[in-house]
């Protein structure tokens, strides 16, 4: 036998060694040891992060929310039937993210960015945070540029700014979502870009506003996010951040943005259950302990950046449901003391034939006032004051026998500013149309005008406006102002219909 030396065998272990391409790729597995209700128990995941994005069999995501000492609670992001126990998850070291781009207006998709209108797949130009940090103060500057909702009563009243968190709040069939609709029908024209994200609401609800969106040509300019009732509670949870992000890209790219939330009572609804199938201490009405940081770190990415960051704007139009008319219920009082006002809808108002059923007494707006245009502010201030007197005159009125001649002048003109606030669905109104109307009612045109015909009556004036003065709504509409000169063509002009009018 040869002798074997042994620098002849160090030599050959190292060229080997050397020549060796071995690629080693280290990754944590874990063992699905509870799956159900779309929330997954994972063992083993011992470095796993919060909000952290798993890979579950046939290509399922979750995403991390609860970490414990020895196991990870996850959110399902798709159907748990084919998720056994046993089965192994593996950490993807990403948080969840949200395709955006112009790609997504004119579609509906899921909170994934999966098209659900049955058309081709979206290409994303690129990836955002699903649940980014809010702009901080510096980054921000002032609310001073209206958002018109083309409805009489929410412009004059409780107008809307750019950047604002308006709350639209009311009972179940009050028309809330009916002004959110009109809202983004209204930006046609305006250069804003709409995200209108559906939590929870039936399929055919969903079907509903999106033919209409078609029907008014709104659609081109509107993104849907629709997570409706039978998706699983966490693609609903995510599904108002995720609408978020998408308004997010295009007021980073400059432009004015407007994201609705219909609605967020369902949202909390939907993160409760997620909460306490996490095995999560609950709170008042069951509701998890961070229930308000979830809604104000979402409502907080509103806002109107500084001109150093383009300038643009992402308004929010959260939609809260009451019950028996209870605003003081948990989740409306966190997103009342969260936004910058409410559109409040009574239910009797409703009932009566008020549409919009804004009670103009428990509605504000905390910002929109500074971004109202001159004109409607000249207008506003006159219109609250008249309603303010019909209010208490109307209350007194029920229990006093007789009423003054003045008292009772007052609450026949309340009554007919009250008529004339009233405004079809999907008909939203130009402000400086919106301005001529009510100059005419608070200027006295329609004191001796039968209330039921007070419609009427605005219907033939803003036709007579436009045939025989023209120039009047060019001017307030150019200026944004109501001019001694033009204000006494427009009393002119207001004169001279009516002497023609027959109710």
């Known amino acids: 036998m040869a ?70 609670g996850v959110a399902l992001l798709g159907p748990d039937t084919e998720i056994k126990e046993g089965h192994e998850v593996r950490r993807t070291g990403q948080v969840l993210s949200t395709p955006v781009g112009q790609g997504f207006l004119g579609r509906v998709v899921d909170p994934l960015g999966n098209p659900l209108d049955g058309d081709e797949p979206i290409e994303a130009e690129t990836y955002l945070h699903t649940d980014a940090k809010a702009p901080g103060v510096i980054d921000r500057q002032p609310v001073n540029t209206p958002l018109q ?4 009563c929410v412009d004059a ?30 930006q046609r024209d305006k250069d804003v870009l709409c995200v209108y994200v559906a939590i929870g609401q039936k399929s055919s609800t969903i079907a509903k506003a999106v033919d209409a969106l078609r029907r008014h040509e709104a659609l081109e300019h509107t993104v849907i996010v629709a997570a409706p009732a039978d998706a699983p509670s966490p693609l609903q949870y995510i599904a108002p951040y995720a609408g978020c992000a998408m308004a997010e890209h295009f007021r980073d790219q400059g432009q004015d943005a407007l994201v609705v939330y219909d609605d967020l009572s369902k949202h909390a609804v939907a993160y ?13 009405e069951a509701y998890p302990g961070d229930i308000f940081y979830t809604h104000s770190r979402l409502l907080e990415r509103a806002s109107r950046m500084s001109d150093h960051h383009g300038g643009g704007s992402l ?29 409040y809808l009574e239910a009797d108002l409703f009932n009566k034939g008020q549409r919009p059923a804004m009670n103009v007494g428990l509605s504000v707006s905390r910002v929109g006032g500074a971004a109202q245009a001159r004109a409607m502010k000249d207008v506003a201030g ?31 003109r309340g009554e007919r500013v009250m008529e004339i606030l009233k405004q079809d669905q999907y ?30 009556f605005e219907r033939g004036l803003l036709t007579f406006l436009k045939e025989h003065h023209e120039d009047i709504v060019s001017r307030i509409a150019e200026t944004g102002k109501l001019e001694e000169e033009v204000r006494e063509k427009l009393e002119e002009a207001g004169r001279t219909f009516k002497e023609g009018f027959r109710a």
Do not use: C, W
């Not at 604002?164 to 809202?183: H, N, S, V, Y």
């Not at 409760?272 to 008042?284: A, C, K, T, V, Y």
């Not at 449901?321 to 003081?328: N, Q």
């Open 427 to 456: 008909q939203p109104l130009p402000v400086a149309e919106q301005v001529t109307v009510l100059y005419a009612a608070v200027s006295g045109h329609l004191d001796d005008v039968p209330t039921e015909a007070a419609r009427e």
């Open 3 to 72: 002798d074997i030396r042994k620098d002849e065998i160090t030599t050959i272990l190292r060229e080997q060694i050397q020549r060796l391409d071995a690629d080693l790729d280290m990754e944590e597995l874990g063992v699905v040891v509870e799956v159900g209700d779309g929330i997954a128990r994972v063992y083993g995941l011992r470095s796993a992060l919060a909000s952290e994005l798993l890979l579950f069999p046939g290509d399922v995501r979750g995403l991390v929310l609860d970490l414990q000492e020895d196991s990870v």
């Open 382 to 412: 006159q219109l609250r004051l008249e309603l303010a007197q019909y209010r208490d005159l109307a209350a007194f009125a029920e229990f006093a026998q007789e009423l003054d001649e003045a008292s009772q002048a007052q609450l026949a």
């Open 272 to 284: 409760r259950e997620i909460s306490l199938l996490l095995r999560r201490p609950p709170g008042r």
């Open 149 to 152: 909702t083309g409805l009489k």
């Open 157 to 186: 009243l409780t107008p809307i700014g750019r950047g604002q968190r308006e709350l639209i709040i009311g009972d179940r069939r009050t028309g809330k979502t009916a002004i959110a609709i009109d809202t983004i029908i209204n």
């Open 315 to 343: 308004t929010a139009l959260p939609i809260v449901e009451t019950k028996a008319g209870d605003i003081t219920a948990y989740i409306p009082t966190n997103l009342i003391s969260i936004t910058d006002g409410q559109i």
